[in-house]
């Protein structure tokens, strides 16, 4: 059974780099049959997609967001991860690791994205 | 301001049916498949509908997805005092995953 789990500091300081790592267990991130992505949820509010990647380092990123994020992987740790430069408070947020099957239908262009399994998040806090 | 439209709440009593809408436009539903979370308080968000109406293995019949133009719909039967949890729509839209604002269903 496939686990993800995040991990990494809990407060950042403003105009720092938040990095934070998510470990794949039960299963190879180089399957190749999924996406990796990362996604925020500010405290009370809902759902922001940040990005992700693929086993190869393929990434496609929000582009609300492409400007200060990096998401990289390490095959041989089985591990994800994110890096987000500049933050402000408006980054504080929990950040979930998630498996993303994504994929493009029969017709070339209807794209289907679901996030089936999810790490139990991590608070990261911006703050001096 | 999200770019997929939720009610805020929703309630309904135990035993009841519930409808929960997300509505969009042709970039986003209108063109491409939803997905479907529940988050119970405190938890991560978890699958519960997939490619507009595929539910993943274990997720019960109770559960239900439907879509119709650029307008989708969750439908929750026999609710439980469990199914008590924010609810969230989302699909791609141009360039990106897109969420609604998130359904907080009451179970009376």
């Known amino acids: 059974q496939v686990q993800l789990q995040e991990s990494g500091p809990g407060l950042v300081k403003p105009s720092q780099t938040l990095s934070l790592t998510c470990t794949v267990s039960g299963g190879s991130i180089s399957s190749g049959d999924y996406y990796w992505s990362w996604i925020r949820q500010p405290p009370g509010k809902g759902l922001e997609w940040i990005g992700y990647i693929y086993y190869s380092g393929s990434t496609y990123y929000n582009p609300s967001l492409k400007s200060r994020v990096t998401i990289s992987v390490d095959t041989s740790k089985n591990q994800f991860s994110l890096k987000l430069s500049s933050v402000t408070a408006a980054d504080t947020a929990v950040y979930y690791c998630?498996?993303?099957?994504?994929?493009?239908?029969?017709?070339?262009?209807?794209?289907?994205?679901?996030?089936?399994?999810w790490g139990q998040g991590t608070m990261v806090t911006v703050s001096s | 301001q999200s770019v997929l439209t939720q009610p805020p709440s929703v309630s309904a009593a135990p035993g009841q049916k519930v409808t929960i809408s997300c509505s969009g436009s042709s970039s986003n539903i209108g063109n491409n498949y939803v997905s479907w979370y529940q988050q119970l308080p405190g938890t991560a968000p978890k699958l519960l509908i997939y490619d507009n109406n595929k539910r993943p293995s274990g997720i019960p019949d109770r559960f239900s997805g439907s879509k119709s133009g650029t307008s989708a719909t969750l439908g929750i039967t026999g609710l439980q005092t469990g199914d008590e949890a924010d609810y969230y729509c989302?699909?791609?839209?141009?360039?990106?995953?897109?969420f609604g604002g998130g359904t907080k269903l009451t179970v009376l």
């Open positions: 989302g699909t791609w839209d141009s360039s990106r995953v897109v």
């Open positions: 998630a498996r993303d099957q994504n994929y493009y239908d029969s017709s070339g262009y209807r794209r289907s994205d679901a996030f089936d399994i």
